[in-house]
């Protein structure tokens, strides 16, 4: 491993300089928000755990303010996946100062196997597109056996949303699939102004710790089946939330041990789990 790596890096021009020098204004359509702030950067590469072994996945770097941070925090390895021609342009410079540390993967995350990427310990850092990041993180959930870690940075409503709990305003079908598979935590909100250019909202940084083993075993497809019927009618009881399952509710019900009346929102995790495996136990279940 070279070195002197963090010190390349730290000699390049300025972020500002790189996206003037690059033309790469921000592009609404890919939600792109770009975070400049070194201070807050380093923050995220430190939150991020023992990137000195292993491999970081970073999903768009854009002009790549974080992919700094964590060349310079000593990351054993980066993978940045980038669908922007212009951002891989504008990379280029910091891949050559990264000295072997930095690879430059070119794609839309969505249609890529992040979890294949690079060696274990796998751990993701990233601010992610806005407009893909609910998506990509349940992909993900979907893979977590595979990944150490996922620092992620979302907008403050979906982050609230990935760490609710039962009872919560935000608790929903995000909460239950997070919560099932990882210990959830947010680490810290950045300011709209942080970004260039700044969205409307708040962002926030949450941490995601998979389980070696989901606490309360299930299928997942199951579990996101139970927990999108039961949250699309949130304010109806189970006995008919659940009806769009196409399956016999009351057999559903009495299996997971669970009351008809009770409503989606008042369910923890150990009670969805507890539905999922009853929906695959039933005959004729989908």
Request: proline share 7%; with cysteine.
């Amino acid at each position: 491993m070279t070195n002197d790596v963090p010190e390349a890096v730290a000699a390049l021009p300025p972020l500002r300089e790189v996206i003037a020098r690059n033309d790469l204004a921000a592009r609404r359509r890919l939600g792109q928000h770009f975070l400049l702030d070194l201070n807050l950067t380093g923050r995220i590469a430190r939150a991020a755990g023992a990137i000195g072994e292993g491999t970081v996945i970073e999903v768009g770097p854009g002009p790549g303010g974080l992919t700094r941070a964590l060349l310079m925090a000593d990351a054993a390895k980066v993978i940045a996946v980038e669908r922007d021609a212009r951002c891989i342009e504008a990379l280029a410079d910091l891949r050559e100062a990264a000295a072997g540390r930095l690879e430059i993967v070119e794609g839309d995350a969505l249609e890529i196997d992040i979890a294949s990427l690079g060696d274990a310990p796998r751990r993701i850092v990233a601010n992610l597109p806005y407009n893909i990041s609910v998506p990509l993180l349940i992909d993900w959930l979907e893979k977590a056996e595979r990944f150490a870690s996922m620092t992620l940075m979302f907008q403050k409503e979906v982050a609230d949303r990935i760490t609710a709990t039962t009872g919560d305003k935000s608790y929903g079908r995000l909460a239950v699939l997070a919560n099932w598979r990882c210990r959830t935590r947010i680490l810290f909100d950045i300011p709209a102004r942080a970004f260039t250019p700044p969205p409307k909202v708040v962002s926030a940084v949450v941490e995601l710790i998979p389980y070696d083993e989901p606490p309360h075993p299930c299928d997942i497809t199951a579990l996101q089946s139970v927990a999108a019927a039961a949250f699309g009618q949130r304010r109806k009881m189970l006995r008919r939330s659940l009806g769009s399952l196409g399956v016999n509710t009351e057999a559903l019900l009495e299996a997971a041990g669970l009351d008809p009346t009770a409503r989606a929102e008042s369910l923890d995790i150990a009670q969805f789990a507890a539905l999922a495996r009853a929906l695959v136990s039933l005959p004729g279940a989908p």
